[in-house]
């Protein structure tokens, strides 16, 4: 048993470091320190950055652009990303769809999309939740018809993430609704500029415009866009939502918001002394943080189980713990966040166009309370965290 | 990073799981604690046998060289059996001052008693108004020749009762909490002046409060410097924090497999009551609260040995908070899912929870721990 990384993975990590600092863009890093909105134009430039670099689907296969590096370099440089703090990559596009298509996709698929996956030519978003299938994602109605060499596609998604830049969606379709729920939808890619494809923003709580509503009418989709089998759909589904998992603890990112917590407490005063200084507060702080080292320490079991034994791709019992505590430790701390701003968290800073009226003081408070409210989402996206303790008892547990 | 086993230490742990599994089931334990010194002399030789006791010493010593992932081990297939034999304290808080503390004399001249199970020890530091501060002695040890005298009361001295020697932290000079000043000093325990009261404890081990009345030592029962024994004593408890988070973990294990079990065989309203979603997700609680303390008991045995006295420190502070409060929510969640036969003494279910509980009130509980690490400042540099 050895918990130090080895002299390799030093060097590797030293590595990554001196890249991100010398490519991210000063402007990006900025914004992601603060927690302010990232811009379609950040994530294309340091995509493309990273493209150039050829890290930009580190853990793809090679033949489709992966770096070849063994887990625990996945893990690393993820880790040094999200700490330094640079954007990780579009996850639509590269954990999502991509994985789908070099596994289940034909060749012409995979010729036409990865390589314009990793360069962010194309932007994806996530054509899986509907109004009436949300944890119950297999009763989704979005109706797919043969037609000669076309599929008629008519329905509506929802909660779907940055579709007001999507060039492309990935859709779960009803192809048969004679069978078996989860034995009639199909996966297929649809280009968003087809007619009969209309987004609607839904303003999140925190005042975001980050998800959409997507109609479908009359949606002509060519049949060579049909992922894999017809009627296979919710095989890949499954595989797209159960394949990531060196990320969905995000530990890297809650390393660096707890710095800046720690940062900003310095600053802030409570009772004539700094924040930080609160005995009561620290040990929330504190709470976290050990909270947050045993996940760590949890994630690199579960890495430096797959780097032994290969990617499986049956997750380790220990993965299936990664989602929820990630979640609840991500929730913590822009809980913790908000409270650092005290009073100052409460003003609402409007990003009206063309005003010139300063910004409310301190400017860097604007989004505490927005982040607080915008990452109650975490414990309810890629499957509610209920969900993964459904899928615990019985994979894992067997009850 | 690697986070398996060695085959050695895998096959030290499967050989007293096994021992353990064939000597020690839940009707022999109780066997075992209802004799008058509560623990089973045959475990204790066959613990010797295995070389338990001598994991954690030098080969020079006459040890077998063992690192604290041996001891953490140990610590869980014991914590697994709910073990009674005085292994912690023999071998990992007396062992430990010897180990980290003991000159080359006392050494060779313990660690070969240790190692055969001829000797068992004993640390004697909590005082009634000490709580978990090691600073807070008020023994006294007055200089007498080249030797001291040793006063004051000393409580719950775990397995006190069988110890050979016990190693009493008392007060050289300064006031009651001054870091400096303190000093370890090993008596035997028919010494003179020196009484013990033996007892049971909630979790059914043993435990003692000493009474010192002028009890005599002589220098070679001065361990390192007696006016600055506090590093040393912090090094060890850190270990021992170390160790215990290991025997939580073999309890915790035990609490979650007696209640998945028992979920899927107790049936009501005509159906086992895990197919309950309520009750599903309460064992995924307790299973989620398991594996996170697990990896920070890792964490706590790769710095166990760690001469980075801040790092190493934070390290137990963390694993031990975490210990405390899983423990505390897999403990009463096993109760809780057991109903009313969680509550009763025949069953195995409410001793595992007993030893879990006392676990968390040794060495610190969590919130100690917690207020501890706050105050040191952030687990990541």
């Known amino acids: ?25 000063d402007d990006i890093r900025d914004k992601m320190a603060v927690g302010e909105h990232i811009e379609k134009d950040d994530f294309v430039r340091w995509t493309r950055i990273l493209d150039d670099k050829g890290w930009a689907v580190a853990h793809w296969p090679e033949e489709y652009g992966g770096t070849g590096w063994d887990p625990m370099r996945q893990y690393i440089f993820l880790e040094e990303l999200q700490r330094y703090p640079a954007p990780t990559p579009l996850p639509f596009g590269v954990n999502m769809v991509g994985p789908v298509i070099y596994t289940f996709g034909n060749e012409a698929q995979k010729k036409q999309f990865l390589p314009r996956i990793a360069n962010l030519d194309d932007w994806w978003c996530q054509g899986f939740s509907e109004p009436g299938a949300g944890s119950d994602l297999a009763s989704l109605k979005t109706r797919a018809v043969r037609q000669g060499d076309h599929y008629i596609v008519n329905g509506q998604k929802t909660w779907t993430t940055l579709a007001q830049y999507a060039d492309w969606i990935f859709c779960l379709v009803r192809t048969d609704t004679e069978v078996k729920k989860q034995e009639g939808i199909s996966f297929v890619l649809i280009d968003m500029n087809t007619p009969g494809i209309e987004v609607r923003p839904i303003v999140t709580i925190d005042g975001g415009r ?15 866009n049909l992922v894999g089998e017809e009627n296979k759909g919710w095989d890949y589904a499954k595989f797209l939502l159960g394949n990531e998992r060196t990320n969905i603890a995000r530990v890297g990112m809650s390393k660096q918001r707890i710095a800046r917590v720690r940062d900003l407490a310095s600053k802030e005063m409570s009772g004539g002394r700094p924040l930080l200084e609160d005995e009561r507060f620290r040990e929330k702080l504190a709470s976290i943080e050990i909270d947050l080292k045993a996940l760590e320490l949890t994630q690199l079991r579960v890495v430096a189980a797959d780097a032994k034994r290969g990617n499986t791709g049956r997750p380790d019992p220990a993965s299936s713990i990664l989602k929820i505590k990630g979640s609840e430790i991500q929730q913590g701390i822009t809980h913790l966040l908000m409270q650092v701003m005290g009073p100052h968290a409460l003003p609402y800073h409007e990003d009206i166009e063309g005003s010139n009226e300063p910004p409310i003081e301190p400017d860097y408070a604007a989004s505490a309370a927005p982040g607080y409210f915008n990452y109650r989402k975490v414990s309810i996206y890629g499957g509610s965290n209920e969900i993964q303790k459904n899928i615990i008892a019985k994979a894992v547990l067997g009850l | 990073m690697d986070f398996d086993f060695t085959e050695e230490q895998s096959i030290l742990r499967d050989s007293l799981d096994r021992l353990l599994a064939d000597k020690y089931d839940f009707e022999k334990r109780k066997a075992i604690m209802a004799q008058p010194e509560g623990w089973s002399a045959d475990m204790w030789n066959a613990f010797a046998e295995m070389g338990l006791m001598a994991l954690p010493f030098t080969e020079e010593d006459g040890g077998l060289g063992g690192t604290p992932v041996e001891t953490m081990i140990v610590m869980e297939s014991l914590g697994k059996a709910l073990a009674l034999e005085p292994y912690f304290a023999t071998v990992v808080l007396g062992g430990g001052v010897l180990r980290l503390g003991g000159s080359a004399e006392q050494r060779a001249e313990l660690v070969p008693q240790i190692a055969e199970g001829a000797l068992k020890l004993a640390l004697a530091h909590t005082e009634r108004n000490s709580r978990y501060d090691l600073n807070h002695v008020e023994t006294a040890a007055k200089k007498d020749g080249g030797g001291y005298v040793l006063s004051g009361t000393k409580n719950v001295v775990l397995a006190g009762d069988s110890a050979d020697r016990i190693f009493v932290t008392a007060r050289v000079s300064g006031g009651t909490r001054d870091e400096g000043g303190i000093g ?163 069953y195995a279910v409410g001793h595992y929870f007993k030893r879990m509980t006392m676990i968390d009130v040794a060495f610190g509980d969590a919130d100690h721990h917690l207020r501890a690490l706050a105050a040191k400042g952030s687990l990541f540099g």
């Open chain 1, 210 to 224: 980050e998800i959409n509503e997507v109609f479908l009418t009359d949606v002509k989709v060519p049949a060579e």
């Open chain 1, 1 to 25: 048993m050895e918990l130090r990384f080895t002299p390799e993975e030093i060097a590797f990590r030293d590595k990554v470091r001196t890249f991100f600092k010398e490519n991210v863009p």
């Open chain 2, 184 to 346: 370890i000093f090993m008596a035997g325990k028919d010494a003179k002046g020196l009484t013990l009261r033996g007892y049971r404890t909630q979790d059914g081990l043993r435990a003692a409060d000493v009474t010192l009345d002028n009890v005599k030592v002589g220098p070679e029962a001065v361990i390192g410097d007696p006016e600055a024994g506090l590093p040393l004593l912090k090094r060890v408890v850190d270990g021992a924090i170390a160790a215990l988070s290991a025997e939580a973990i073999g309890v915790m294990g035990q609490l979650h497999r007696l209640t998945l079990d028992y979920l899927k065989v107790r049936k009501q309203f005509g159906m086992p009551i895990g197919a309950f979603q309520v009750l599903q997700h309460d064992a995924v609680d307790m299973f989620v609260a398991m594996e996170q303390a697990r990896s920070l008991t890792l964490y706590a045995t790769m710095m166990a040995d760690s001469g980075d006295d801040d790092e190493r420190t934070r390290a137990m502070h963390a694993a031990k908070a975490e210990i405390g409060r899983a423990g505390k929510l897999v403990g009463e969640t096993a109760i809780q899912l057991h109903g009313g036969v969680g509550m009763t003494m025949e």
